[in-house]
Structure formats: C-alpha cells, structure tokens
C-alpha cells in the first residue's frame, strides 16, 4: 500500500518522513484511508464517510463520527456539491514548487453533506471568487496526484 | 480549589540582531539555561529547591525528544514533576496554569517554566514546516498550504462575518508598531512607526493579508524566558516582589482546520460554530471567574497578534470589547496607549516585536511579567494591579489566559 510524492515511496501503513531542510522534516503519517481517498479521485470521484450508527456524514480522514464516536463508518460517494465557506489568493509562495503556480486560490468548502474539505478553487475569475460563492467538484493533478478541486457551479 | 500561587522569580536570555550580525551564536539550550539561571537568581533559589520543570514545545533550533529532560539535565535538577507541553505555542503560557495545579496539590513547591529558541532553522523553511505540523500532510497539504495560509482562511471568515475593513486590522499593526520602536530587541525597532496606508500598500502574500498585516516571523535571532512558580506563602519568605497568579483558563478545540467547525456543542458551548473565533472567549471567561476580576480591570495586556484579524478576534474574545466590534474599537484607539488605550503587546507583539519560532510566547510572557515588575526593557507603562496574558497556536487549536496581579481582589 504505496503512494509516491515528491518523487519517494510513502507506505500509507507506516507513514514517513521527508527532509525538507537541515533540521525539519515533513511527517507523513499512517494513513491507509487516503488510498481509497485518493483511487476514488482518480476515477473522478469525491468521497466522504457517513456513520453507519448515526447517519452524520464527515471527513474521509476520520476514523470515528464526530458526533457519536461509532468507529462504524462508510464510505460514501459525495454529490460534489458546495459553497465556498472562506478563501485566500494566495500571492506568494514559500516553495520553489508553488512558485510557477502562484496566484492560486485555496478555500475551505462546505459540501451540502455539511462536511468541509479544504482544496483549491479552480476555473474561476478570482475577482469574482466570494464567501457562499457555489461551487461543484472537478479534479486536478496536486503532488502529482489526482484530487477534488471546485470550480464555479 | 488553588492555592494562592505566585511567581517568585524570572529571567531572561536574548540574542539580539546585533549580536547575530557580529557572529554570536547561542543555542537554543543556551538560552534556556541562561534564562533559568536569571530567574533563579531572581527568586534567591537554588536548583536544590526545584522540583519541577515545565516546558512549550520543542525549539525549532532543537528537535530532540524530551526536550524537558534535555534542560532538565544541563540544569542538574531532579524533578518530580516535569514535560513537554504539547499545546502549540499555548504551552508556553498555560504550563503556568499547569504549574500552579501541581503546586497546589501540595505534590511540588517550586516549579521552573521554561523556554527558548533560536533562528537556526530559516524562517521560510520554518514557516513551510510549520504549516505541515498544522495542515493535514494528506488531505491539505498537497494544496500548497503553509502557515499564514491556514490563517488567511479564518482572516477572511472574520471579515466576512463581522465586516471589518482592512483599515481597521491595519490599526492593530499600526500600535504594535508603536511600542516595537521603543524596544530595544524589537525586530522592527529602527524601523519607524507605520500608518494605515503603509499596511494596505504593503505587498499582499495571501488575502487578506498584507505583508505589514503578518508578523515577524523568525525574529529576533534568539530568545529565552523562565518564571518560577511557588505558593505565596513562600514567595514571601523569599522576596517581596513576587506576581500573583489570580487565574487561568485554556480550551483546546481540534488540529486541522477543517476539525474546526462542527453543530456539535461541548458543555453547553458552541465552540465549533464557526472558523471566525477564538477559544480566547471560553478561556479568559474562566480566568477572570478564577480570579474574581474582568477585563475593566487590566492595567497591562498581551495577546496573541500572529496577524492584525487574529489580533482584533483576541482583543474580542478576551472581553475588551464585544464580539465583531473590534473594529470600532481600534478606530477609537482602544488600545492606542498614547490616547489612554489599553497598553497591548508592550513589546511590539508578534507583529513588531517578532515571533520566534518555539519561543515566542513566551517573549509575550516575560514582557508582562516585567512591566508588572515596573522593570521592562522598552517602554514603561504605570505599573500594573492586574495583567492578562493569551496565547493560542496552530490553526486556532489551543487557547490559554493566565492573569497575574500585583495585589489580590478583593472578594
């Protein structure tokens, strides 16, 4: 159960660590759900968890409900529907990566699920990208892989 | 119930940016032993006395595990009672509060609060790893988040929520800036004061920040700060210018942004309501209740000023002025000291002072504590009855307010 970024072999079971510098390192952490996460994304779709006890749906990187702590959740495909509940131009990028892709425009967005993920808004105007701004899931290549992004609905 | 608990000692340690150009060098380590050593001075202690020994996360500049132990040994205490706080940068303020518990459970007497970092690591690497210890490495990360991005995002809620104008958040960077000029470690000492328009026509990294709306990051090149904890009863024998600890209050809410906003409530709390908010509302509710007091009453302030929006959403939750009304308040001079504001961020903050890496709570810290002490080393405010110090870190995650008194209530 492996996932390459930045071109080096990360066992999701293990997780690992990257130096990014003299002293500091990037933790990957175990993670085996983001391989379901992230194959599901590839065949373009987003997926969330709903919990099979109280039917509240959440993150896909939970391990338990938020709301009833049942370990018992499923996974679910999302409408891929949202608003943009807050954003940021970002204009200034502190990797040499980012840099050629600068301005790009992170958000937190709620799904109509109520579930928030953080991504990009893509294949919009950015003077026109605003707070309950609707948006759907389209894909796109991050680290090299293929995952959710959202453009204007 | 605590004990009466004061703080009979402190020390500090700099390494300034003279120093640094000159080729200096201090360690983390070093910085923290010095500051320990001040402040063990101060209290007219010796480390046969201490028996406990607490400590914020981990320097950047030093990323061994069991940093505690680490100082510990170079200090040759024994400990009872002694780790890491593992609370972002709210460790550094809370392990007082921790301090004090210990203390008044009768397990320990006196209790070293400790730490220190340095500018080993560069600031923009630091700033990237920093991001990477906030954001979630799977599901955020490869977005290309780091540190003020994540906090550019609540920025934004803020100011869609309660409408705030950039020239409003402008005005908090603006008095920081104030005090950083009479300082003589600030990092924008020589600098000069700054005006609204200067902060909207500085460059923007990430909306709606500016650069002169961000901090300082990684500055000044070193700093360490220690406080001594012990019952009243104590500190008297040993001095007569110890600092009470009147109250405390922390809330720690979630790691990764997105774990920030949920319909559950807490204890009747609705903390994860919204991005726009700070635990700095439930926590200082809890220190001013502790401490018979309210905000009315603090003749000195230091909040956590990452960035100008933080700053306002701080200055709100901490209770000087109504939730979303930060705004006004600035524009009044709420904390425009010159004009019978509220002293905050003596020291220039974060956002004119610096904010070094691990370490840079505590700056916050030692410059109440020595105002309290009539003994800072920038500008002078009248001496203090009573100080609120709040900190948070990470993404919002965790929140702390202690409040130190000169005297004690009445109740």
């Excluded at chain 1, 894909?139 to 959710?148: H, I, N, Q, V």
């Amino acid at each position: 159960m492996t996932i390459t970024i930045r071109g080096k072999q990360i066992n999701l079971q293990s997780g690992m660590d990257i130096a990014i510098g003299p002293y500091l390192y990037f933790r990957y952490h175990p993670m085996p759900d983001f391989q379901t996460f992230a194959e599901a994304a590839a065949r373009d779709k987003l997926l969330i968890k709903r919990c099979k006890r109280c039917g509240n749906a959440c993150s896909p990187a939970r391990i338990a409900c938020p709301k009833c702590i049942s370990c018992e959740l499923n996974w679910e495909e999302s409408k891929g529907e949202g608003t943009v509940y807050t954003f940021t131009i970002v204009r200034q990028a502190l990797s040499d990566a980012w840099n050629n892709k600068i301005p790009y425009v992170v958000a937190l967005i709620q799904l109509t699920e109520g579930v928030y993920m953080l991504s990009h808004v893509v294949d919009a105007d950015i003077d026109r990208i605003h707070v309950g701004m609707p948006v759907k899931v389209t894909f796109r290549e991050f680290d090299g892989m293929k995952l959710p992004a959202y453009c204007p609905k | 119930m605590l004990k009466d608990i004061a703080i009979v000692g402190y020390g500090d340690s700099y390494l300034t940016r003279e120093e640094a150009k000159s080729g200096k060098v201090k360690t983390p380590l070093q910085l923290a032993v010095e500051s320990t050593s001040n402040a063990l001075h101060d209290a007219n202690l010796t480390t046969d006395d201490i028996d406990g020994l607490l400590t914020g996360r981990a320097p950047f500049g030093d990323r061994r595990w069991q940093w505690n132990q680490i100082i510990a040994q170079e200090l040759k205490l024994a400990t009872k009672f002694s780790t890491e706080v593992t609370l972002h940068a709210t460790g550094n303020l809370i392990m007082l509060a921790y301090a004090a518990m210990a203390i008044s459970s009768g397990y320990v007497n006196y209790v070293v609060c400790v730490n220190a970092d340095n500018q080993a690591v560069p600031s923009r690497q630091s700033q990237e790893a920093n991001a990477v210890s906030e954001s979630d490495v799977w599901f955020e990360m490869p977005y290309g988040t780091y540190a003020a991005v994540m906090y550019a995002l609540v920025c934004e809620r803020y100011k869609y929520e309660h409408n705030i104008s950039p020239a409003q958040a402008a005005l908090a960077a603006v008095n920081m800036r104030k005090w950083a000029i009479n300082h003589p470690i600030a990092a924008m000492k020589d600098k000069g004061p700054i005006t609204v328009e200067d902060v909207l026509k500085s460059r923007v990294i990430c909306t709606p920040l500016h650069l002169l709306d961000c901090s300082v990051y990684g500055q000044p090149p070193g700093a360490g700060g220690a406080v001594i904890l012990t019952t009243v009863e104590r500190a008297k024998k040993l001095t007569d210018r110890y600092i009470h600890l009147l109250g405390f209050g922390g809330l720690n809410t979630h790691e990764y942004i997105c774990a920030k906003i949920d319909s559950k409530t807490h204890q009747g709390r609705n903390i994860w309501s919204t991005l726009a908010s700070t635990g700095a509302k439930e926590a200082s509710e809890d220190a001013y209740a502790m401490a018979g007091l309210s905000p009315k009453d603090m003749g000195i302030v230091s909040i956590s000023d990452q960035f100008t929006y933080i700053a306002m959403m701080n200055l709100e939750g901490c209770g000087f002025c109504k939730l979303g009304e930060a705004g006004r308040f600035l524009e009044k001079g709420g904390i425009d000291y010159d004009a019978g504001g509220i002293p905050v961020n003596t020291n220039g903050g974060y956002l004119s002072f610096g904010q070094l890496n691990q370490v840079a709570e505590v700056t916050r810290l030692i410059e109440v504590v020595r105002q309290m002490r009539g003994e800072p080393l920038g500008k002078k405010v009248d001496t203090p009855r009573y100080g609120l110090i709040q900190a948070h870190g990470g993404v919002e995650s965790c929140n702390g307010v202690v409040i130190l008194g000169n005297e004690v209530p009445k109740k």
